[in-house]
Nanobody
Framework: QVQLVESGGGLVQPGGSLRLSCAAS????????MGWYRQAPGKERELVAV???????NYADSVKGRFTISRDSAKNTVYLQMNNLKSEDTAVYYC????????????WGQGTQVTVSS
């Protein structure tokens, strides 16, 4: 019913930048919140950044000051700008869309690989 498609991942050197995109199949204003998670091999999936319908943002401590989540409602797209990338940022990044009405539900994209290596 809801499709999310991530793009923009790739290989980047430490200190470099990438911008991830998450394109939704319907208006992102219909979601309670959208965000980005990441998962590295052998580790739990962790929250990276979240943007709620009112425009408020929250970030994991590990990325605060380096990553920025934003949206373009006209394009039904949420972005994650990643600056000063570190090797520890290497992971598959997943887009999340959350709804609370009529019932609470989460929708996930397929993921995009980010590799930070020299």
């Amino acid at each position: 019913q809801v499709q999310l498609v991530e793009s923009g991942g790739g290989l980047v050197q430490p200190g470099g930048s990438l911008r991830l995109s998450c394109a939704a199949s319907r208006s992102i204003r219909s979601f309670n919140a959208m965000g980005w998670y990441r998962q590295a091999p052998g580790k739990e999936r962790e929250l990276v950044a979240v943007l709620d319908s009112g425009g408020s943002t929250n970030y994991a401590d590990s990325v605060k000051g380096r990553f920025t989540i934003s949206r373009d409602s006209a394009k039904n797209t949420v972005y994650l700008q990643m600056n000063n990338l570190k090797s520890e940022d290497t992971a598959v990044y997943y887009c999340l869309a959350s709804v609370v009405l009529p019932v609470r539900a989460n929708y996930w994209g397929q993921g995009t690989q980010v590799t930070v290596s020299s």
